[in-house]
């Protein structure tokens, strides 16, 4: 009789299990990310890095050299996963290329800085664009949210790294079926020259290590660290940290189908910088410091 009691207890706890699991797992807050939308670099020459991007690499214009507002100049391109914008601020003081930062596409903007209010994660004020429309009334194209514990001010201008939460209105772009046309569009090119296939991470340099981890894994959350200082976020492309001496984006790792073919037409057009058995550079010279590193796709 104890025998079969002991059983019963054994088999109830058994089924008990996977329910309480499963409501864990439910209970669970989402990332208040998917991924990193587009890339931003800072220049007082945007026309020209964008040309660059589009007749000399031959990527799908994203958008095309707009100003969306006064003094403001920007023009992005398809990288495959992720596009990266050339833009110009007004006021801006460091007139350098330089990756200042990008913008993460919240899960939905609301509720996502709602997670962030959970998390401890300070942000500032939302900044919507807004424009007239041919009618005479007003529509927001999209509203930016820095992270300000990520970022040196919540304006672009002249910072050294801005990270924001961007959110589009639907009216204005869809951006999960742009995203699919652009990435068709870059396998149509067949990568372009250099066949790029897409931007695989971007290196942040961070002062203390310890602390960047502990904030970058508190925004990501439950998405882990896919090696140690590294996250995958959706499917866009990975984020990186290294220890410098200030924070900065370092460099775009890009990966292509082919390094054979990327340093042959780096080579042959004057741009090859480092000359590496995995790894080729553009010459940061050649872009004004910005740093542009090809990897093989594995």
């Not at 900065?248 to 590496?276: M, Y």
Request: glycine residues 8%; proline residues 7%; neutral net charge.
């Amino acid at each position: 009789m104890r025998r079969r009691s002991t059983f019963a207890v054994f088999v109830l706890a058994l089924f008990a299990l996977p329910a309480s699991y499963g409501a864990a797992q439910v209970m669970q807050p989402e990332s208040p990310v998917r991924q990193i939308d587009h890339v931003m670099i800072r220049s007082s020459e945007p026309k020209a890095l964008f040309a660059f991007f589009v007749d000399v690499l031959e990527l799908p214009v994203a958008w095309p050299l707009v100003s969306p507002r006064a003094g403001v100049t920007t023009g992005g391109v398809s990288f495959g996963n992720v596009n990266v914008e050339a833009i110009q601020f007004p006021g801006q003081a460091d007139n350098r290329p330089r990756l200042v930062g990008f913008a993460l596409e919240p899960s939905a903007l609301q509720a996502s800085l709602q997670e962030l209010d959970r998390r401890g994660i300070t942000y500032g004020t939302p900044r919507p664009l807004v424009a007239k429309t041919p009618d005479g009334s007003s529509k927001t194209l999209w509203t930016n949210v820095t992270l300000r514990q990520f970022s040196d001010t919540d304006g672009p201008a002249d910072v050294t790294v801005h990270i924001f939460l961007s959110e589009y209105s639907p009216a204005y772009v869809n951006v999960a079926e742009r995203r699919v046309r652009l990435r068709n569009q870059l396998i149509a090119k067949q990568g372009g020259p250099l066949g790029v296939e897409a931007v695989k991470e971007l290196v942040i340099g961070v002062p203390d290590l310890d602390r960047a981890r502990a904030l970058w894994q508190a925004l990501l959350a439950p998405t882990p660290a896919s090696e140690l200082n590294a996250w995958q976020i959706g499917e866009g492309p990975a984020i990186r940290l290294v220890e410098a001496e200030e924070a900065s984006v370092q460099e775009l790792v890009i990966r292509v189908t082919s390094l054979q073919q990327a340093k042959a037409f780096l080579r042959k057009n004057g741009l090859l910088g480092e000359d590496l058995p995995g790894a080729a550079t553009i010459d940061r010279s050649k872009l004004n410091g910005l740093s542009f590193r090809f990897v093989e796709a594995k």
